[in-house]
């Protein structure tokens, strides 16, 4: 039987020895039920992360009265995170379930634990730029306990409307450093255009707040370097926006992956784009977003390094300039990361594509995963009551995930539930109990450090450059 000096916690998570008591209830009057995904239902006010769906084998018996946390088997409840008046906590689950290897799931059980020692003071949010992205943050921050919206700066008087419509009653700052000053914000969401990320984090990480930075960190690694250090020089936190680490087809597509269901992947290849001219924005700017490789880039590119185990040995490029002459961004653009041992990952964006890559295209050893583009529409009546059809940009709606077998056979992937606010969670939840978060910031320079090189290799005409 294991024991709680076995388990191995999350980074950040610790719990007194002889605090937990394991399996109780193995022995229940049904007897185990058999293995299955179950739905733990945290009834903490401090549990920022929603339900958990793990797999484990639930124990039928126990009240639900009081506890901290009941699964549901079906629609009946049988396990139980259970507060003892001694302080410990039991939990009813077998010692063989392989939720104890879940990582959430022993969040979840030292949260329980540690939650009469936290106090329900929350972390003041500022945002500082409020434009496309800025209304899911404060949607986020709204929804998830342990952090508060503390304020808002935006030199657009129409943004400020906006962020008081998403958030009445917020406080407006009239320029950053009023902001930064204000000692009710505690961590700063930089989402201003990316050439003034680095700037801005700085400047806030100076005024010893912590900070998340939207996607991509800055523009170079150098900037990056900077930032990473002065949040490290003060013991503070540095981390990217990267929100979709936790999109419903990477998730699927990473949990193939890492549970071996192809293989060893060689070859990656990812797509985003379609034909159109870019919008005439900062995003088509080069001196502003990077580079078109930059954008969607960031987000892929994140995905490919925490799908990849090991080293990129080199990275090449290749921009091309045909049409949209206008915006100074490349009109197409593909990079690829070459990975240790010969395997390599693609990804191309662009805005000169007439028909559609699968937006993924991952081969293993022993099978393959694809992800294709769905074309979906919203149809709405209108005042008038004349029906309207906004056609969705393929990339507005995830991708349909299939596993293919070797022998040939063909499975559509269901997503899992989606954890509500995953990014903003986990930033309560290092803020409060020190757990680490699952995006890095080191990760995010990992990530400006390929884009980097991939500019590099385009402008030497697609010379293999080593990312810095
Ligand atoms: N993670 C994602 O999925 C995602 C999605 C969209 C955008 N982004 C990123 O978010 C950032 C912003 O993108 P956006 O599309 O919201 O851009 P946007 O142009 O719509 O918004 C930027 C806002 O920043 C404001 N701003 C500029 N300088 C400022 C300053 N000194 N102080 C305060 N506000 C200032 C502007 O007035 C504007 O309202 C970019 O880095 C972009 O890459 C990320």
Not at 195 to 212: F, N, P, Q, T, Y
Not at 218 to 234: F, G, M, S, V
Not at 242 to 258: E, H, T
């Amino acid at each position: 039987m294991p024991q709680p000096g076995d388990l191995i916690w999350p980074e950040g998570v610790s719990l007194a020895p002889g605090r937990i008591v394991m399996g109780i209830g193995t022995a229940g009057p049904a007897g185990p039920l058999p293995r299955h995904e179950v739905r733990v239902r945290a009834r903490l006010a401090t549990w920022p992360r929603g339900d958990l769906l793990i797999e484990a084998s639930p124990i039928p018996g126990l009240p639900a009265e009081g506890a901290a946390a009941t699964f549901a088997y079906g629609s009946d409840h049988h396990g139980l995170i259970v507060r003892l008046d001694d302080g410990r906590i039991a939990v009813a689950v077998s010692d063989e379930s392989p939720a104890w290897a879940d990582p959430a799931f022993l969040q979840l059980i030292a949260v329980a634990a540690h939650e009469p020692e936290v106090t329900d003071a929350e972390f003041g949010v500022g945002l500082l730029g409020f434009g496309a992205i800025g209304a899911e943050h404060a949607r986020a921050v709204l929804a998830t306990p342990g952090l508060s919206l503390a304020g808002v700066c935006d030199p657009k008087p129409e943004r400020i409307q906006a962020a008081r419509t998403a958030a009445p009653g917020i406080h407006a700052h009239e320029d950053a450093v009023s902001m930064l000053d204000d000692p009710a914000v505690d961590i700063v969401i930089v989402s201003t255009p990316p050439d003034s990320h680095a700037h801005w984090a700085i400047e806030a990480l100076s005024r010893g707040k912590h900070v998340i930075v939207e996607k991509p960190m800055a523009l170079t690694t150098r900037e990056c370097d900077a930032i990473l250090a002065t949040a490290a020089d003060r013991g503070l936190l540095a981390a990217v926006y990267q929100n979709r680490r936790f999109d419903p087809d990477y998730r699927l597509i990473a949990a193939c992956v890492r549970s071996g269901q192809i293989g060893e992947i060689f070859h990656a290849e990812a797509f985003v784009g379609g034909y159109g001219h870019p919008c005439n924005y900062w995003h088509s700017d080069a001196d502003v977003s990077g580079g078109a490789l930059f954008d969607w880039g960031s987000h892929v590119v994140d995905q490919v390094l925490d799908l990849f185990d090991g080293e990129v040995d080199y990275v090449t490029a290749v921009n091309h300039k045909r049409v949209w002459h206008d915006v100074t961004n490349a009109d197409h653009a593909r990079m690829t990361l070459h990975f240790d041992g010969g395997r390599e990952a693609t990804f191309i964006y662009s805005d000169l594509a007439a028909a559609l890559k699968p937006r993924w295209y991952v081969l293993g050893t022993t099978g393959a995963l694809t992800g294709d583009w769905r074309e979906l529409s919203v149809v709405s009546r209108s005042t008038i009551g004349t029906l309207e059809e906004d056609v969705l940009a393929a990339a507005d709606s995830p991708p349909v995930v299939r596993r293919h077998s070797a022998a040939g056979d063909v499975t559509t992937l269901s997503p899992r539930p989606q954890e509500p606010h995953p990014f903003h969670a986990d930033l309560a939840l290092r803020l409060r109990y020190g757990f680490a978060p699952r995006v890095r910031g080191e990760q995010s320079r990992r990530v400006v450090a390929m884009l980097e090189a991939a500019e590099e290799s385009a402008r030497l005409g697609g010379l293999q450059v080593k990312p810095a």
